[in-house]
């Protein structure tokens, strides 16, 4: 056979010589004599004449322009994401679903032994050697799950001698297990509770109405000493 078909085909001289020099792509005569044209009346207007021609024998003219706007052109998933629009839980909705509270099944106060064990670890590290003002400061910042809480005086004589095991806390409220395996909730206001620590074995005083915060706004708060305030 004298003539390669199909994949066996020559290249053609124009596709050979397309890298570093200037392609033969046949262009009408209206275009070569637009393009020049334009591209000099487009550069910036301080330049002259020459420079203007010069820029475009030297930028322009045989080369291969992209008119695209790649950017526009790139898929999306590639693209920068930005601020995500899933919208967040609210409060009433998590009331809702009951998220945080107990079943009834796990009320019960040997569930929560182990965990206050693991609260005296916990507070034996956080307390170490200090005394004091300064034990009270790490005192008031650390988390009370797990903690054995008694209510010493309330306003309301129907808390008084509740004792258990903090369970949950939120900013107004201990939740605390019973011996009785039954969920008290107690509010912090107008109510004053002693605590059990480990080491050494100690009970303190602990005011619910100045330890109305929420645990994780406790934790980086910066508490000043205060006078003791009436119920």
Not at 93 to 121: D, N
């Amino acid at each position: 056979m004298t003539e390669n078909i199909g994949f066996y085909s020559q290249l053609p001289n124009s596709v050979k010589t397309r890298s570093g020099h200037p392609t033969t792509v046949p262009v009408d005569e209206a275009t070569k004599k637009f393009t020049p044209i334009f591209v000099e009346k487009s550069v910036n207007a301080s330049l002259s004449d020459i420079a203007a021609t010069t820029a475009y024998k030297t930028r322009v003219e045989g080369r291969q322009l992209l008119l695209t706007n790649s950017f526009k052109d790139t898929p999306k998933a590639l693209l920068p994401k930005g601020k995500s629009s899933r919208r967040t839980i609210t409060a009433k909705e998590r009331r809702a679903l009951r998220i945080y509270e107990i079943p009834r099944e796990a009320q019960k106060h040997a569930c929560f032994v182990p965990l206050h064990r693991l609260w005296t670890q916990y507070i034996a590290g956080v307390i170490g050697d200090k005394t004091g003002e300064q034990m009270l400061g790490r005192l008031m910042r650390a988390d009370m799950h797990g903690a054995q809480l008694t209510v010493a005086r309330a306003k309301c004589p129907n808390y008084v001698g509740v004792s258990g095991i903090v369970a949950q806390e939120t900013k107004n409220v201990f939740r605390v297990i019973t011996k009785d395996d039954k969920l008290a909730t107690v509010p912090k206001a107008h109510c004053v509770f002693a605590l059990e620590l480990p080491s050494p074995s100690t009970r303190c005083l602990v005011y619910g109405s100045q330890f109305a915060f929420r645990p994780s706004d406790r934790a980086s708060k910066k508490f000043k000493p205060k006078p003791t305030v009436d119920l």
